[in-house]
């Protein structure tokens, strides 16, 4: 199996966040970061009236994370998905919500084996790009390390370009989505015993991880780290992980100028009709812990929102913010 460097880090796909507007912002910090879509469902592609497959090609190296369970829709998306230029599929193996279950895919998959593998081997038939896999560690009672392994195996026999695994079980019944962030116990040791005995398997891993440090911790067993609520809330870490992750030497924008190389694409959107606010709101933890990061933030929520609100309001808001005050 081939090892995709890009994989090294990587942001999660976390539902109504991880949007075009976030992905860009986010772009402007890191240029190796992969980055991910929001989970979208088959049904959404295949007979939603919007535009679910869209991006700014600024977004590369990108990936389309797959909500489904039908092989034949699966691989219909996975040929759009790579015809509109996506770098890679991603299948969602591992939300817990009630509604994914009730759609038939997610988490629950975990419990059927050959589905999820002959989903992997439709869309593999069907791309060139590389088909990956997100899933937990386990599943409600259903929590063995075999069990996991049950799953890894039905995804070495079809040839999974890579997995990504959240370190946690996912309770289906009686915790929230939210709940299932935090509540299971992280098992990291498990993931690593994975990838020793799957060693040509192309293995990262998700779930609690905050800091760079314990991200390069995890790649001396593993292949990849992924980041989701962390650079979420606290967007600047990515300024910072080219450098540490992938060697890479230049000059590391500061705060204020991520903000300012936002602007024109504030500008091009509005032009678009976009709303203000839904590119505004990934940008409030961008000044997280300086002084000034509090009235940015109360000054953006309470303006981006007005009618004909526009790049003036995020200039005004990071004036609140003084540029002398921090280096980076």
């Known amino acids: 199996m081939t090892h995709y460097p890009s994989a090294r880090f990587s942001v999660a796909p976390m539902l109504d966040w991880t949007d075009r507007h976030c992905r860009y912002f986010h772009r402007l910090m890191s240029r190796h970061a992969q980055l991910y879509t929001e989970m979208v469902t088959t049904g959404a592609i295949l007979y939603g009236k919007g535009d679910y497959l869209g991006f700014n090609e600024q977004e590369h190296p990108l990936v389309l994370q797959l909500g489904g369970s039908d092989p034949v829709a699966l691989a219909e998306c996975a040929i759009r998905a790579e015809r509109q230029g996506y770098g890679e599929i991603n299948l969602n193996v591992g939300c817990p919500s009630d509604r994914v279950q009730n759609g038939m895919f997610g988490a629950c998959l975990m419990a059927e084996p050959k589905r999820v593998a002959d989903s992997v081997a439709a869309m593999k038939a069907a791309v060139n790009i590389p088909v990956t896999v997100k899933t937990r560690i386990g599943i409600d009672e259903q929590d063995s390390y075999g069990f996991l392994c049950t799953l890894v195996n039905s995804l070495v026999d079809v040839k999974v370009d890579a997995l990504i695994v959240h370190a946690r079980k996912a309770w289906l019944k009686g915790l929230s989505p939210k709940q299932n962030r935090d509540v299971p116990p992280l098992d990291y040791e498990r993931v690593y015993q994975l990838k020793r005995d799957y060693p040509e398997l192309t293995i990262a891993i998700n779930g609690g991880i905050k800091t760079l440090a314990e991200a390069n911790t995890h790649l001396r067993q593993l292949d990849g780290v992924m ?102």
Request: charged share 20%; net charge negative.
């Open 227 to 328: 980041l989701g609520r962390e650079v979420y809330q606290n967007p600047y870490i990515l300024a910072q992980v080219d450098g540490a992750l992938f060697d890479e030497h230049y000059q590391i924008p500061s705060r204020h100028e991520v903000v300012r190389q936002l602007l024109p694409y504030i500008e091009q959107q509005l032009s678009q009709d976009t709303y203000l606010g839904n590119i505004t709101r990934h940008t409030l933890g961008i000044f997280q812990g300086l002084p000034g990061a509090r009235a940015w933030r109360r000054y953006l929520s309470e303006n981006a929102h007005k009618k004909g609100a526009g790049p003036e309001v995020v200039e005004a808001a990071m004036a609140k913010v003084p540029e002398f005050c921090y280096i980076d």
